[in-house]
């Protein structure tokens, strides 16, 4: 175990849920000496309705965000832990993505376990064999950091569940605590549903350090609520979240910004209890383009949006005011648009979307997804 690092002794249940704090999440001593054992999870991504942008040193948020967790988009990783003899100072691991040896997303996964490694001492008693696949084709532009890291940080979990003594809230809580270690949004992906991280002084139990899953007060109206993502740029984003988080440091407009997302946080939670989709439409597409606006307000200044996804927004729009329909679109850090509608309109709006935006995708290619129930240990 690494010099000055305390064993975590665990406080009552109540406590436990409440007040977590850093210390909490590092791991007990490590009793039972496994030789060898491997764990597979499945880890969805998710779409942020309230977005995080702006990030602390510390990879905690500088306001709240609250996600629908998705179903279909999603990475599988197994991972096979090997005791090994030696003393080593940083965590060994082998990553075989898609059936090869990835050298390229080594150094993300490198920077993980350098970071995670206090909470997880044990990690280093050990070579990890890491092999993942992702549902959603390779490079279609979809970010795959929430379900990547998820997918790991849950194998990590089950381990250190065999290792030593573990309930179930924690080992949730410290899977979306690392998780959120390796990207932040990958936080929200450890439960299914609607998901909230980051402190907010009106809602209880909320923190920084990890999402809690909403589950009391959502409007049966999102059940099923679909998401069409959109494939209208494949290639790598231009500019990547890091930087994007970063140059939130210095835009004119970061303090407004963290105050309007803790106030759209209020008012999503209301809509969310009361079900008025057509609030719902509005406050996601005006969070959507705020985020896209902090981007081109950013210094140096950019815009991940292309043109077919302007035009996809405003053929949306006009899709709802002629038909009612609630449907509206929200975008990530990139050109992709995902058009989220409740279910129950499923027909009509896939018709729309074949018929008027499809021609706009790279290939006439989108993804169908709607909420999903979380991770799934396989
Ligand atoms: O988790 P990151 O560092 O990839 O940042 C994600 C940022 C957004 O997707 C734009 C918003 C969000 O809350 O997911």
Known sequence: MPQGVRVRVSPPAQILFHLMIVQDFIASEVTNKIQEISFSWESPSNIA?????????????????????????????????????KNSKVVDFDLIFEGKKNVSFRPKIENFFSKIQVYCPYLLDYQLTISSTNSFPHSSGIASSASSM???SLCIMSFEKNLTSIDNDFFFKKASFISRIGSGSACRSIYGGVNFWGNHQEIKNSSDLYSVELQQDISPKFNNYRDVILLIDEKEKEVSSSVGHELMNNNPFSKVRFAAANDNII??????KSGDLIDFCELVESEALML???????NPSYILMKPETLTVIKRIQDF????DIPVCFTLDAGANVHVLFPDKFSSEVMAFIKKHLSSLCKKGKFISDSIGLGPKQI
């Open 49 to 85: 309705l309230v977005k995080y942008w702006g990030k602390n040193p510390d990879q905690t948020p500088k306001n709240p965000s609250i996600s629908f967790t998705l179903s279909d988009c999603k990475t599988t990783t197994s991972v096979l832990f090997k005791r090994i003899d």
């Open 150 to 152: 998820s997918a790991l």
């Open 267 to 272: 008012n999503l939670m209301r809509i969310l």
């Open 292 to 298: 896209h606006s902090l981007m081109m307000s950013s």
């Open 320 to 323: 709802r005011k002629k038909t």
